[in-house]
């Protein structure tokens, strides 16, 4: 079976996406409560993400006065199509893939790009403050991850020779880039979670912000933005997986196994990082990020261009 | 390389979806949404590439657009008098000039697209347009690519030294008129005209701390 | 129907997401809220089933809690948790105007989770809108597009409140958007107004609004019920083991609610945990706990110079020691004279210091309640409550009257969420500041 067809291309990303959007809520409830001191129930967690999104599908849908209509519903739709484009890239194993096309990491960067005209329509959409000024605060922090993103995930091509992630994968046979690139997955997972506004980067959805791009948003709708965060991070997991971690490499497990695990991984560090990690200040952020990581990830693209010279 | 009826499908729904997002640019009563039609008029256009085996080059094309286009509408937000994007407003302006203009440029661009023998060379099914492209950049067109490279890069430069915070007179959270050697004329009244966001030259108005 | 019976059966396990909103004498029932099992506090009324307002709604809350309660989507019930410290008959008008209220005792939570099983099988209605659907400005366009006036961008928009404009710090003409920030946003202390004037993400000004906890006259008298064994002090004998364990409590609360504020969560409602069954034999656990949010670095990345306030003219409390001002009332106490007390100073006056004084200070409180035994302290004197010291003599300017008095100086031309962080990191009680405030109406 050809993964490239529509219907088991359009199969394999839904699955996935979906799989890692409930892995994420999953474990943030199990990582939430361990932290809290509250008992941890597993079975409880299994069935945490169901029963929340139950609700979600109850409750109605208010909205504000002369919102922009089309653009406040299609904006989860434009961080999952994103997620989904970006997962198409991926090959789970030799030969398994939905489009592993010559320029699989420039669709990962482009798809990544558009998810931050997603998530200011979110916010601007909505015709209230609170939002607006969420929406608006991501534009800073995107603008500023968008840098060591592209740069990190070119430097981890270089060894590849190629810019397709399947070709990336392959290049890992013997080291992972993560060991011969120590900077690339650091500043990978730091452009990501900023990148699905997750944890300490929530800057768009902040408390602070009453909820930010969130705060006008019920019912459906919600659950909808919930699921788009969880599948932009889910997308995140993956790719890095793929780039950065070797991909299907691995004794005994199918490749397949592998990829998810990995993936399944890095979405634990980051939902981690969440309980863990306080919100940023997103001005020192900016700072940091034009002053500290995108030389960093200048250091790391040079550094692999030399060694691949 | 000829993929079909459904590639023929694809680039007239493309194609069309990129003229009337265009049209809607200027149909749309608010700053940000003509941003956004321009994106996606960007983004059609993008596809069409892909189409014709450009697949880099369109990708290339949706990344950056994506950001400027975000950029652009966070610009126009900044300097129009239209709070935060929210007030309704008409896109045109200058109606004679901008017909005038629009005709003859689509007269200009229809001749040349009508008169102009476009090269009919399919491309080979083993072609790697990224690996060629890498080799045209590196190779003859370099000059043209490392000139416009430094080009940017001292717009950047530039940028930052008006964006700095440390500036020839002072600190820019103090005020950032020049100090007068004479005392400082009453300041001018402002006018309410429609672009200028710069107090007159001269007044010794500070900003507030 | 089969798919919504289906759907019900499941949302019925989901935890309750519960938008609280203190009103008088509620603060201290409000604090057990995150620890209740299955119950989620939300950020958002829309996000929201339950309203849960905690105390008597005063007549000046009662307009903004209609108008959360219609912000939420439906199915919606409200609930009021009464807490009776003013006395008998102090009603509230809320029960007349909204019909579906129930009423309740504090820290249910299974009443709270059987409500929503309820809504969600369609067993109980929601309840009804509690104000007219009037849009309050309604938009009122005269030119092609719908603007309010003439010319290209519309002129001068009336009906909607739009942005104005205002001299920016570097000499530009940006817009400003005026904002209300009202009784219930959930960073900020219960009953804080905030009147904004935001430039992008820059506090323009900030003016506080009036007190909505003031008491008027035929009102039940303004009672402080987050320090109460600290005001009883004044006037009775307490035993010090006890003033010390309340304070040590009272600032681990505040502490949940910075952590929450920063987005910590989870690590919040475990230090909510640790507070309510707070004993002496807990100090192992509070000094681990100290530790570890001394020692984060994103922490101290998040307040590091935020809200900076210079020692002088500051009330004596936390907030004056963390400047450096050593003054504290238990140093001339009787009652603590032989403990060897020496008040904790830190250096700095931001928000980092404030967090690392307090800390330090429940530390210091559970070490003075181990060793000060079955030691009473005799009414009579300024006492140090865990906001600042409360003069001996009524009528005297309280710690967060003062404090408050000094917040629009101090907030103006911050970053909204340095702002925020600034309002968490002074432990403001507008109840204390109705206490110390004169007039009615007001700052």
Redesign the interface.
């Known amino acids: 079976m050809s993964w490239s067809a529509p219907l088991p291309a359009l199969a394999l990303v839904g699955a996935v996406l979906t799989a890692g959007a409930g892995a994420l809520a999953m474990l943030d409830h199990l990582?939430?409560?361990r932290?809290?001191?509250?008992p941890v129930r597993l079975l409880a967690a299994l069935?945490?993400p169901?029963?929340?999104s139950?609700?979600l599908?109850?409750?109605?849908?208010?909205t504000t006065?002369?919102t922009?209509a089309a653009?406040w519903a299609l904006a989860p739709a434009v961080l999952v199509g994103m997620a989904a484009a970006a997962v198409a890239a991926v090959p789970w194993d030799r030969g398994v893939a939905v489009a592993d096309?010559?320029?699989g990491i420039?669709?990962v960067?482009?798809a990544f790009?558009?998810v931050?005209?997603g998530v200011?329509?979110h916010g601007?959409a909505a015709?209230s403050?609170l939002p607006?000024?969420g929406g608006?605060?991501f534009?800073a922090l995107?603008?500023s991850y968008?840098m060591p993103l592209a740069l990190v995930l070119i430097a981890a091509a270089l060894p590849a020779e190629s810019?397709s992630i399947g070709a990336i994968v392959e290049s890992q046979a013997g080291t992972w880039n993560v060991v011969r690139q120590p900077l690339g997955l650091p500043l990978y997972l730091v452009a990501g979670a900023g990148l699905a506004f997750w944890?300490?980067l929530?800057v768009p959805d902040?408390?602070?912000?009453?909820?930010g791009t969130?705060?006008?948003?019920?019912?459906p709708a919600?659950l909808a933005w919930a699921g788009a965060q969880g599948a932009v991070l889910t997308a995140v997991a993956v790719v890095g997986a793929g780039v950065f971690l070797g991909g299907w490499h691995g004794p005994l497990l199918p490749g397949a196994a592998w990829t998810a695990l990995k993936a399944l991984a890095l979405l634990a560090l980051l939902a981690g990082a969440?309980?863990?990690?306080?919100?940023?200040?997103?001005?020192?952020f900016v700072v940091l990020a034009w002053t500290v990581l995108i030389p960093l990830a200048l250091v790391d693209v040079f550094v692999s261009g030399a060694l691949a010279l | 390389m000829s993929q079909g009826p459904l590639a023929d499908v694809a680039f007239w729904v493309f194609g069309l979806a990129a003229v009337v997002a265009g049209w809607l640019v200027f149909r749309t009563d608010s700053m940000v949404r003509a941003a956004y039609w321009l994106f996606a008029s960007f983004v059609a256009v993008g596809f069409i590439m892909v189409l014709l085996g450009a697949r880099f080059l369109g990708l290339v094309l949706v990344l950056m657009m994506a950001g400027e286009m975000t950029i652009m509408a966070v610009f126009m937000v900044m300097f129009m008098m239209n709070p935060a994007g929210l007030n309704p407003m008409t896109m045109v302006h200058q109606h004679r000039t901008a017909i005038v203009a629009g005709v003859v440029a689509f007269a200009g661009l229809a001749g040349v697209g009508l008169v102009a023998d476009f090269p009919d060379r399919p491309v080979a099914a083993s072609a790697e347009p990224t690996a060629e492209l890498g080799r045209e950049l590196l190779g003859d067109s370099m000059l043209v690519f490392e000139t416009a490279g430094v080009t940017l890069l001292a717009t950047m430069i530039g940028a930052i030294a008006l964006a700095a915070k440390r500036g020839r007179f002072g600190d820019a959270t103090t005020g950032s008129a020049a100090p007068e050697l004479d005392p400082a004329p009453p300041p001018e009244a402002e006018e309410g005209t429609g672009h200028d966001h710069h107090h007159g030259a001269g007044g010794g108005k500070e900003a507030g701390s | 129907m089969g798919l919504t019976s289906g759907l019900a059966r499941l949302a019925r396990r989901a935890p309750v997401p519960v938008f609280p909103v203190v009103g008088a004498g509620g603060r201290r029932a409000a604090t057990v809220l995150p620890t209740l099992d299955g119950i989620e506090v939300v950020t958002t009324p829309r996000a929201a089933v339950v309203l849960l307002v905690v105390g008597r709604v005063t007549r000046a809350l009662l307009a903004p809690v209609l108008a959360l309660h219609d912000q939420l989507p439906g199915p919606r019930a409200a609930v009021q948790w009464r807490v009776d410290g003013g006395g008998d008959g102090d009603g509230d008008d809320l029960a007349g105007v909204l019909p579906g209220l129930v009423a309740a005792p504090p820290g249910d939570g299974e009443q709270l989770r059987r409500l929503m099983g309820e809504l969600v099988s369609g067993a109980r209605t929601s309840s009804p809108p509690a104000l007219p659907p009037v849009e309050p400005a309604a938009w009122r366009g005269v030119g092609p597009y719908g603007q309010g006036g003439t010319g290209m961008t519309g002129g001068v928009p009336y009906g909607r409140p739009m942005p104005g404009w205002a001299d920016d710090r570097d000499g530009l003409k940006l817009d400003q958007l005026k904002l209300r920030l009202g009784p219930a946003f959930p960073p900020f202390p219960p009953g804080l107004v905030l009147d904004l004037e935001v430039q992008g993400d820059v506090l323009q000004t900030a003016a506080v609004g009036d007190n909505p906890f003031v008491s008027w006259p035929g009102d039940p008298p303004v009672t402080v019920t987050d320090s109460v064994e600290f005001a009883a002090a004044r006037t009775e004998a307490v035993a010090v083991a006890d003033l010390e364990l309340a304070r040590a409590r009272h600032h681990l609360v505040w502490l949940a609610g910075a952590l929450r504020h920063h987005g910590l969560a989870a690590r919040g409602e475990r230090v909510l945990r640790l507070a309510s069954g707070l004993t002496i034999g807990d100090a192992a656990a509070v000094q681990a706990l100290a530790r570890s949010v001394v020692r984060s670095r994103s922490l101290a990345w998040a307040t590091d110079g935020v809200g900076v306030m210079s020692g002088d003219g500051l009330p004596a409390g936390p907030v004056a020691r963390a400047a450096g001002d050593v003054r504290d009332a238990r140093v001339a106490d009787d009652a603590y004279r032989d403990l060897g007390f020496e008040p904790v100073t830190d250096a700095g006056g931001d928000a980092r210091a404030r967090l690392r004084q307090r800390v330090t200070e429940v530390v210091q409180a559970l070490e003075l309640a181990e060793r000060c035994g079955d030691r009473r302290r005799e009414p009579g004197g300024a006492v140090e409550g865990p906001r600042g010291t409360l003069a001996a003599g009524e009528g005297e300017s309280t710690p967060s009257a003062a404090l408050l008095e000094r917040l629009p100086d101090l907030l103006a031309g911050q970053e909204w969420g340095d702002a925020v962080t600034t309002v968490v990191s002074l432990d403001l009680d507008l109840e204390e500041a109705a206490l110390g405030a004169g007039a009615p109406v007001g700052t």
């Open positions: 990582v939430g409560a932290t809290a001191g509250r069935g945490q169901v029963a929340r139950a609700l599908l109850l409750t109605r849908r208010a006065p002369r922009d653009a096309v010559d320029d420039v669709l960067g482009a790009a558009v931050m005209v200011y329509l601007w015709n403050p607006l000024h608006y605060r534009v995107a603008l968008e810019l944890g300490p929530n902040a408390g602070d912000l009453g909820g969130a705060a006008e948003v019920s019912g919600r969440r309980h863990r990690l306080a919100r940023v200040r997103l001005e020192r």
